[in-house]
C-alpha cells in the first residue's frame, strides 16, 4: 500500500465542543442489554452466569445493572429463566433497589471492606445455593476477561477471587461444568458488549468528547518549566472516574518506580507522554517539548521522518480503510504494510475496542476472521518502539456505523451528530484523512498530531 505523502505545517486546532451532557441508558436500551446476554446463554447452553465485579473489573457486571459495586465485591446471577439475583456487601446493599435490571438481593458482609461488621454472616455457598445454582448443569463464571492462550483451551480458566471460586465449586453438584464465560460479553466474535445501539454511543461520547478536550487542554499548556502536577490537573474533567491511570510525564519515566504526576518540571528537549480516559474513550500523545526539527535530540535528528511521520501514516491508513464488514486480520495487514513490525517495533494489537473499559477486547490481531460491526467503539491504538528512538502516540476513539445507525443517531441526537460531522468536516478539509464513511470521530481530537509540542500551531497532515 502507498502511504501519502506527510508535512509538517500550519494548521488549525480541532474544535473542543464543551457543555456536552452525559446521556443516560434508557430502559429500552438496558432491556436489549439483558436479551442480548440470555440469546447468547441460550446458544451457549449455559443454565445461569455468575458475573463478578469490583471497582477496577465491573464492566460485565455494570452492563446489567447500571453501576459497580465501588470499593467491595459483587456478584450478579443470571438464571436462564431471566431472573437476576445481587449478592453485595454492606455499603453497597442500597444499590441494589437502583438495579437497571431487578435484582433479589442477598447480603454477603465478606464482600465488605476489612474488618467491617459480619453481622447476618451466612456461609457463601448457602447463598449461592438459595440463588439457584445447587441444581444447574452448566454455569458461566465471568470475570473481567476471557483468557486466550496460544496453547489449551482458556474455558478452564478463572480470574475471580479464589474464595469465591471455591464456594461455587461447592455449590455446584459434581458433575456440573463451570467454565469462563466472559466470551459471551466481550468476544470479538459475537460478544454482547461489542456493539452498541445508538443511545449507547451517545452515553459513550461523552467520555470520549471530555478525553479529548482534556488532552487538547494540556498540550495547550505545555511550556518549559511547567510542572507534571499542572499537566495532569488538566486530564481530569467534570469530577468523571479515569478508566487508566492518567499520565503526565516528562522525561525519563517509572523513577523510584512512580506511575503519577510529580513536581518534575519540563524541560526543554524532553520527550513527554499524556494521558487519560473515561469512559468510552481515551486520549493519547506523546512528542517532544521543542519547537522545531532542528531542536531534536542529535541522536535523533531524523525522528520526524524515521518515526513520526511513518506513524501518522499509519493513523491515516487506519481511519481510511477500517469499514464495516471488514476482518480484523484485514486491518491489522493494512498496519503491518504502511508500518511494518521489524522495522518499527510494535506489538500489540494495531486497534481494539473500548466500551465501560479502557480496553475491553480486540479483534484486531493476525489472521483475525472477527469482523468488524456496525456498532462497534475502537481505540487507533499503535505504539511504535524503535531503539534509540522516542516513541510517538496520537490515540483516539471512533466508532463504525453503518448507514442505518447512523440515521439513527442522527435522528435521536441531533447535536451528536452535528459535532461528528463538524469533525469529519475538519479531517478532512484541515488534515486531509479522508474517513471511511463508516467512520465516526467520537473525539475532537482524531488524527491530531503536534509532533513539536512548543510548537503549537504546527501539526501533521497529508500534503494536498
Keep these: 500500500m502507498m502511504s501519502?505523502?506527510?508535512?509538517?505545517?500550519?494548521?488549525?486546532?480541532?474544535?473542543?465542543?464543551?457543555?456536552?451532557?452525559?446521556?443516560?441508558?434508557?430502559?429500552?436500551?438496558?432491556?436489549?442489554?439483558?436479551?442480548?446476554?440470555?440469546?447468547?446463554?441460550?446458544?451457549?447452553?449455559?443454565?445461569?452466569?455468575?458475573?463478578?465485579?469490583?471497582?477496577?473489573?465491573?464492566?460485565?457486571?455494570?452492563?446489567?445493572?447500571?453501576?459497580?459495586?465501588?470499593?467491595?465485591?459483587?456478584?450478579?446471577?443470571?438464571?436462564?429463566?431471566?431472573?437476576?439475583?445481587?449478592?453485595?456487601?454492606?455499603?453497597?446493599?442500597?444499590?441494589?433497589?437502583?438495579?437497571?435490571?431487578?435484582?433479589?438481593?442477598?447480603?454477603?458482609?465478606?464482600?465488605?471492606?476489612?474488618?467491617?461488621?459480619?453481622?447476618?454472616?451466612?456461609?457463601?455457598?448457602?447463598l449461592l445455593a438459595s440463588a439457584g445454582l445447587s441444581n444447574k448443569s452448566k454455569v458461566g463464571l465471568v470475570g473481567w476477561k476471557m483468557f486466550t492462550p496460544a496453547a489449551?483451551?482458556?474455558?478452564?480458566?478463572?480470574?475471580?477471587?479464589?474464595?469465591?471460586?471455591?464456594?461455587?465449586?461447592?455449590?455446584?453438584?459434581?458433575?456440573?461444568?463451570?467454565?469462563?464465560?466472559?466470551?459471551l460479553f466481550i468476544s470479538g466474535a459475537g460478544g454482547a458488549r461489542v456493539t452498541n445501539n445508538a443511545n449507547e454511543i451517545a452515553h459513550y461520547e461523552y467520555g470520549a468528547n471530555l478525553a479529548s478536550n482534556c488532552i487538547l487542554n494540556a498540550m495547550d499548556a505545555v511550556e518549559v518549566g511547567v510542572r507534571e502536577i499542572d499537566l495532569g490537573a488538566l486530564l481530569t474533567a467534570e469530577g468523571q472516574y479515569n478508566t487508566v491511570v492518567s499520565i503526565a510525564a516528562t522525561g525519563v519515566r517509572f523513577d523510584h518506580a512512580n506511575l503519577y504526576p510529580t513536581y518534575k518540571r519540563v524541560q526543554h528537549g524532553d520527550?513527554?507522554?499524556?494521558?487519560?480516559?473515561?469512559?468510552?474513550?481515551?486520549?493519547?500523545?506523546?512528542?517532544?517539548?521543542?519547537?522545531?526539527p532542528a531542536e531534536l535530540p542529535d541522536a535523533q535528528k531524523d525522528w520526524l521522518d524515521r518515526i513520526a511521520k511513518p506513524y501518522f501514516s499509519a493513523q491515516v491508513a487506519w481511519l481510511e480503510n477500517i469499514r464495516v464488514g471488514m476482518s480484523g486480520g484485514e486491518l491489522y495487514d493494512v498496519i503491518e504494510d504502511v508500518l511494518p513490525k521489524t522495522l518499527y517495533g510494535w506489538h500489540l494489537n494495531p486497534g481494539h475496542l473500548v466500551a465501560d473499559e479502557e480496553w475491553m477486547s480486540s479483534p484486531v490481531y493476525p489472521n483475525s476472521g472477527e469482523l468488524l460491526r456496525s456498532g462497534m467503539i475502537?481505540?487507533?491504538?499503535?505504539?511504535?518502539?524503535?531503539?534509540?528512538?522516542?516513541?510517538?502516540?496520537?490515540?483516539?476513539?471512533?466508532?463504525?456505523?453503518?448507514?442505518?445507525?447512523?440515521?439513527?443517531?442522527?435522528?435521536?441526537?441531533?447535536?451528536?451528530?452535528?459535532?461528528?460531522?463538524?469533525?469529519?468536516?475538519?479531517?478532512?478539509?484541515?488534515?486531509?484523512?479522508?474517513?471511511?464513511?463508516?467512520?465516526?470521530?467520537?473525539?475532537?481530537?482524531?488524527?491530531?498530531?503536534?509532533?513539536?509540542?512548543?510548537?503549537?500551531?504546527?501539526?501533521?497532515?497529508?500534503?494536498?
Design 152 to 183: 489449551g483451551n482458556g474455558s478452564a480458566y478463572f480470574d475471580v477471587p479464589y474464595f469465591i471460586f471455591d464456594a461455587l465449586q461447592r455449590t455446584l453438584k459434581k458433575e456440573a461444568e463451570l467454565l469462563n464465560a466472559a466470551h
Design 378 to 464: 475502537l481505540q487507533l491504538d499503535i505504539i511504535p518502539s524503535v531503539p534509540g528512538y522516542n516513541g510517538v502516540s496520537a490515540e483516539e476513539c471512533v466508532a463504525l456505523a453503518d448507514s442505518s445507525l447512523q440515521a439513527k443517531i442522527a435522528e435521536a441526537y441531533p447535536k451528536l451528530w452535528q459535532r461528528i460531522t463538524c469533525r469529519r468536516d475538519y479531517l478532512r478539509d484541515e488534515i486531509g484523512i479522508k474517513l471511511n464513511a463508516d467512520v465516526l470521530p467520537l473525539s475532537n481530537a482524531v488524527g491530531y498530531l503536534r509532533p513539536f509540542l512548543l510548537a503549537k500551531h504546527l501539526s501533521l497532515s497529508v500534503k494536498k
Design 4 to 126: 501519502p505523502p506527510i508535512q509538517l505545517g500550519p494548521t488549525k486546532a480541532p474544535i473542543k465542543f464543551t457543555q456536552v451532557e452525559p446521556v443516560f441508558l434508557s430502559d429500552k436500551t438496558m432491556l436489549e442489554r439483558k436479551n442480548k446476554v440470555m440469546q447468547r446463554m441460550v446458544e451457549g447452553g449455559f443454565d445461569a452466569l455468575v458475573i463478578y465485579a469490583d471497582k477496577e473489573h465491573g464492566g460485565n457486571f455494570e452492563y446489567l445493572t447500571g453501576f459497580i459495586p465501588r470499593f467491595e465485591e459483587g456478584l450478579l446471577i443470571v438464571d436462564a429463566s431471566g431472573e437476576c439475583t445481587a449478592i453485595l456487601g454492606n455499603e453497597n446493599l442500597k444499590l441494589a433497589r437502583f438495579s437497571r435490571v431487578p435484582v433479589t438481593l442477598l447480603h454477603c458482609p465478606l464482600f465488605s471492606l476489612p474488618n467491617q461488621p459480619m453481622d447476618h454472616e451466612t456461609p457463601l455457598e448457602n
Design 271 to 292: 520527550p513527554l507522554s499524556l494521558t487519560t480516559g473515561f469512559k468510552g474513550g481515551l486520549s493519547s500523545r506523546a512528542a517532544f517539548v521543542i519547537a522545531s
